[in-house]
């Protein structure tokens, strides 16, 4: 089912076998008694649903968009003169600017109104279509959008693509007046993270491509998105005007003409990089499940990642391509197979292509003899050996929610070749936010402040981490970085604990709006590097290069089997994070 409009075959054998008044539902539309018995209104009642849901009802109105050809919505808008209304049928076909009289039932598809098991349409003639509603985001109330449901509106704003994430499965994308970030991203959690994310409601809305789901093509931006003709969270559309539907609780835009889309967010380029040998930079990158095969014999598909081989050599083309530009001296790594250190694993090999790719001497650090932690995923480290040197054994912390919920860290000290002076790297990888604990008493069950679940677990990672620093053997070493995945936006608790023990984010100084990652159509960053108070002054750049989170889904290694088009091996959608950046003088 379609956004809750598909017809499916029965519902349509339905609406043919039981009218009445038409010979033949397929022939053309016939003249016959056009005086309604309810009103449009009436249907869509005064809250979230109809108060006549279940009961059989004959409605007039005007048609101001049509979607009944195959792969379309199956069905069509009608609107009176203070409602519209969503039809599910698509025989006869109706043309906009028909009047026509329907008889159906009255339900709530996936929370939008409509007239299904249609029993009769009857041409009564044509007439004008209704001037546009204007709409003007943010709105002063959600309820706003509900009593402009199914009718026909007009957006005189430009907006904010804010999300992209469902363009391949459901065509659509998500808008706002401005760009959102997550709340604790940027402001405290509690009550105020709480209160900002309910103004987001106030102006947030879904344009759709009016098309059944898995769409082979995407209409947007026009002509259609491919690999190199991007929509990019952070772009801007204007002319919007369409019906108003909703689907599963969120407002959307079925257009009813076309989109116009203009770049404001475009593709970044690598950051550039200091000629100054002296600089070393240091980078983190979120892999997204980089799994080169089961064992020796690298068979697919695996626990996580690609599902065939020839998948893993897209998603590696864009990793290399991405790790190649990033010119980096030391890359912590995030989600990559955790599969030891022999000839046949992840890490070997993401090594050897970086090395062929770059034509640089690139190293891993073996953090064990085998696996390093029990889960399928691990951190690693890798560095150019012409650029710098591991010293010493790997350190980690394996008690408490390092056991069972984080992933092990992985620290390291390391020297730049022109310099006497060390410092420590530490690759981390937090609990994630997902599956949540059912009892709501549990201190990582979701408090409803911003955080979401784990929360707690997260913040005695940091502490533990912290304390693992300040053990005497690394402390000696003042120079540290801790970057890494923390699953922790800007503003929660994990990253302030870090901040009051002198870990510094200085990508708020070089980049304030700095994000990583985009999730529920909001921007923030998950992924951090943090420096100590003795490279706090020695960092001359650092930011996100904004090459994943900003870019549609579809254009990853796995839209290639719904559209080629999509698929280049660039660095662009190489993974849903960003890498970041920072450039440290030594």
């Excluded at 420590?424 to 990888?429: R, T």
């Excluded at 120079?479 to 699953?487: C, M, P, S, T």
Aim: aromatic fraction near 8%; hydrophobic fraction near 40%; charged fraction near 15%.
């Amino acid at each position: 089912m379609h956004k809750g409009y598909w017809l499916s075959l029965s519902a349509i054998a339905l609406a043919l076998t039981a009218c009445s008044q038409q010979a033949d539902i397929d022939a053309p539309l016939a003249n016959s008694n056009c005086v309604a018995e309810q009103t449009i209104g009436q249907i869509q009642g005064s809250s979230d649903s109809s108060p006549l849901v279940g009961q059989r009802v004959s409605i007039s109105g005007v048609v101001t968009a049509s979607w009944q050809a195959d792969g379309e919505l199956g069905g069509f808008f009608v609107q009176d003169n203070a409602a519209g209304l969503f039809v599910q049928a698509t025989a006869p076909v109706v043309a906009i600017g028909d009047q026509v009289r329907v008889s159906g039932v009255v339900s709530e598809a996936q929370q939008l109104t409509q007239l299904d098991q249609v029993t009769e349409i009857i041409d009564c003639g044509t007439a004008e279509l209704p001037k546009a509603q204007e709409l003007t985001l943010p709105v002063a109330s959600v309820n706003t959008f509900e009593q402009l449901e199914g009718q026909y509106v007009s957006i005189p704003q430009t907006l904010i693509v804010n999300g992209n994430y469902l363009l391949d499965r459901h065509g659509s994308f998500d808008v706002a007046a401005e760009r959102l970030y997550t709340p604790t991203q940027v402001t405290q959690p509690g009550s105020s993270a709480r209160q900002l994310a309910a103004s987001y409601e106030l102006q947030r809305l879904v344009i759709d491509d009016n098309r059944a789901p898995n769409p082979s093509l995407v209409p947007f931006p026009a002509p259609q998105l491919s690999a190199d003709n991007s929509l990019r969270a952070g772009d801007s559309v204007s002319n919007v005007q369409g019906i108003l539907s909703e689907f599963n609780g969120r407002y959307r835009i079925q257009p009813t003409a076309e989109l116009q889309f203009t770049v404001t967010n475009p593709r970044p380029p690598a950051p550039s990089k200091s000629a100054d040998p002296r600089v070393i930079r240091v980078a983190t990158f979120n892999v997204l499940n980089y799994f080169n095969g089961n064992g020796v014999e690298q068979s697919f598909p695996t626990d996580r990642g690609a599902e065939t081989a020839a998948d893993f050599s897209r998603q590696e083309a864009k990793i290399i391509a991405a790790m190649v530009a990033l010119e980096a001296d030391v890359i912590g790594l995030m989600e990559i197979e955790n599969d030891g250190y022999a000839d046949h694993s992840a890490i070997v090999r993401l090594v050897a292509q970086l090395k062929q790719a770059s034509g640089q001497p690139w190293r891993y650090v073996a953090a064990a003899e085998g696996q390093f932690g029990g889960a399928s995923i691990t951190n690693g480290l890798i560095y150019r050996s012409d650029r710098v040197e591991a010293v010493g054994a790997v350190s980690t912390v394996t008690e408490g929610v390092f056991s069972n919920r984080s992933r092990y860290p992985l620290i390291q000290r390391m020297r730049p070749l022109h310099s006497q002076e060390t410092f420590v790297v530490a690759v981390n990888h937090f609990k994630s936010k997902g599956s949540c604990p059912r009892d709501s008493s549990d201190p990582n069950a979701n408090q409803n402040d911003g955080q979401a679940c784990w929360n707690a677990a997260r913040v005695e990672s940091a502490e533990r981490l912290i304390a693992a620093l300040q053990q005497p053997l690394l402390a000696k070493t003042s120079a540290q970085i801790v970057l890494g995945d923390f699953n922790a936006y800007a503003q929660e608790d994990p990253m302030q604990t870090f901040y009051a023990a002198s870990y510094h984010n200085r990508a708020e100084h070089f980049e304030p709006k700095g994000y990583s990652y985009v999730f529920n159509a909001q921007a923030g960053s998950l992924d951090h590097l943090l420096v100590s108070d003795a490279l706090h002054g020695r960092v001359i750049n650092q930011q996100h290069w904004l090459i994943n989170a900003d870019e549609p889904p579809a254009l990853s290694y796995e839209g290639y089997s719904q559209n080629p088009d999509w698929y280049a091996p660039d660095a662009y959608r190489s993974s849903d994070h960003d890498p970041i950046i920072a450039d440290i003088q030594f």
